[in-house]
């Protein structure tokens, strides 16, 4: 079975441009999370979405802003890019969220460059 | 809110030694979950090993086991038997017991970049 996926691997972009992150779930789950990691640091939340509806929010500005499909797939939009923008993005799916049982799996990550 | 706390920025060891990697979180909440992650150069954040709080046993996986101590608010790694793919950076991570309306986000340490010397 396939892993996550996200799309796309590398992407540079200048300041103030706006950037969609894509992601696609494994199969059967339900629920996406987003997370930034900036380089030397832990991953932090930014979403997290279950069947379509935002469940979660971390402390991200406005300009971050998330949606889930039908097929459960995501997206990730940035918009004004800064230069602190610059990181890794993971996404990760899990079955519900709900379970004690869940466990989120992790996609390969989005490196973003913001020059 | 939580926090999670890896003290060893870095740490080595010899192949087929073993190494334990520390952990220390900060919560109010008597229910919650445990995680390490392994991150390899690949940047794929891979499951190694998770623990639930209400359970006392220390969770087990092949060479990887965990020392959880909840009053002491602790959750170490041990790796045996090193091999050198277990370079990685690992991560502690924290996730609160799940809730209808909860987000199930999880809440990382800084890590801690684990070398194997041949």
């Known amino acids: 079975d396939a892993g996550v996926t996200q799309s796309p691997t590398h992407l540079i972009k200048t300041r103030g441009q706006h950037v969609t992150l894509r992601c696609s779930p494994i199969?059967?789950?339900?629920?996406v999370s987003w997370y930034q990691q900036v380089l030397g640091q832990g991953p932090q939340f930014i979403f997290q979405y279950y069947e379509k509806e935002e469940r979660g929010r971390g402390n991200f500005p406005d300009r971050f802003s998330a949606r889930q499909f039908p097929n459960y797939s995501s997206e990730l939009n940035v918009n004004a890019l800064l230069l602190g923008d610059s990181a890794l993005y993971l996404c990760?799916?899990?079955?519900?969220?709900?379970?004690?049982?869940?466990?989120?799996?992790f996609g390969p990550g989005t490196r973003l460059t913001v020059l | 809110a939580q926090t999670v706390t890896q003290s060893q920025p870095e740490m080595s060891v010899q192949e087929a030694e073993t190494v334990t990697l520390s952990c220390t979180y900060d919560t109010s909440e008597s229910d919650y979950y445990l995680f390490w992650y392994k991150q390899p150069p690949s940047r794929q954040m891979i499951l190694v090993i998770r623990q639930e709080a209400y359970k006392q046993q220390n969770a087990t996986e092949n060479r990887f086991s965990v020392n959880f101590q909840k009053a002491a608010k602790s959750f170490s790694l041990k790796i045996s038997d090193s091999q050198l793919g277990d370079a990685a950076m690992y991560f502690c991570a924290y996730r609160s017991f799940p809730t209808f309306q909860g987000a199930q986000k999880l809440v990382f340490g800084q890590g801690t970049r684990l070398t194997i010397n041949p």
């Open positions: 199969s059967g789950h339900k629920s």
């Open positions: 990760a799916s899990s079955l519900e969220g709900l379970s004690y049982t869940d466990t989120q799996y």
